[in-house]
């Protein structure tokens, strides 16, 4: 299994509402990561989990949450969120030793637009 | 000057020609190399990585790494209406840095039947 599955595929939500992403995987990578990517973009990276600790933070507003309960499973808490926040949100994952960590592998992504 | 520069395109081909894309870059400690393919509303898929200098071959894609020129590519053989997608050029420096990739902004690529 080679896959990154992401819920919901598409997310509508008020500025004032709480709402999460979730991410699994099952092919036993330890580093999980959250994208970014706005239209005509690259991706941005937001967080990575190594060996579900928060390794990297890119400055992201608190706004964003990320969790991590267990190896194969990745959240992202939102609350208060602004319109500029709507973007697809990725997640990815890889193995977490020596150079395999630049192999990322992508989900599908979910498009959330905040109203 | 961006880290990574990518030609946005778009990139408009006849079915069966071959593609070159291209990915310049300005920090010479880059080690990593790797190519996605984005289809529409998709998440990116990995295409080719490649470890310092040198070619790598699969199937129609060719991925070429020059460091002494700072420049990687990557090639498509008998173009298909398939492969009509954006590809993203990206890289990291050395495992330490724990995943970070620094992306190109993506070649928009459209191949015509």
């Known amino acids: 299994d080679t896959e990154v599955t992401q819920t919901p595929k598409h997310l509508v939500m008020g500025m004032t509402n709480k709402k999460s992403l979730k991410c699994e995987q099952h092919m036993g990578h330890r580093a999980m990561y959250w994208y970014k990517q706005k239209a005509k973009k690259p991706p941005e990276l937001m967080f990575v989990y190594s060996y579900e600790k928060l390794s990297i933070n890119e400055s992201v507003p608190s706004r964003f949450s990320p969790e991590c309960p267990n190896s194969s499973l990745l959240n992202l808490h939102l609350h208060a969120l602004q319109p500029e926040d709507s973007a697809l949100y990725l997640c990815?994952?890889?193995?977490?030793?020596?150079?395999?960590?630049?192999?990322?592998?992508f989900g599908p992504g979910t498009r959330l637009t905040v109203l | 000057q961006k880290e990574v520069e990518q030609d946005p395109g778009p990139l408009s081909v006849p079915e069966g020609a071959i593609v070159s894309l291209n990915c310049t870059y300005s920090n010479s400690a880059f080690q990593y190399f790797m190519w996605y393919r984005q289809y529409s509303r998709k998440g990116p898929e990995l295409l080719m990585y490649?470890?310092?200098?040198g070619n790598k071959e699969d199937g129609r894609f060719t991925a070429q790494v020059d460091k002494s020129s700072k420049y990687i590519s990557l090639f498509i053989r008998d173009s298909q209406p398939s492969d009509s997608a954006t590809y993203l050029c990206?890289?990291?420096?050395?495992?330490?840095?724990?995943?970070?990739?620094?992306f190109g902004q993506g070649t928009e690529l459209s191949v015509k039947p």
């Open positions: 990815a994952s890889s193995q977490a030793s020596g150079r395999i960590y630049n192999e990322q592998f």
């Open positions: 490649t470890y310092s200098s």
């Open positions: 990206a890289m990291s420096l050395s495992y330490n840095q724990g995943g970070k990739l620094i």
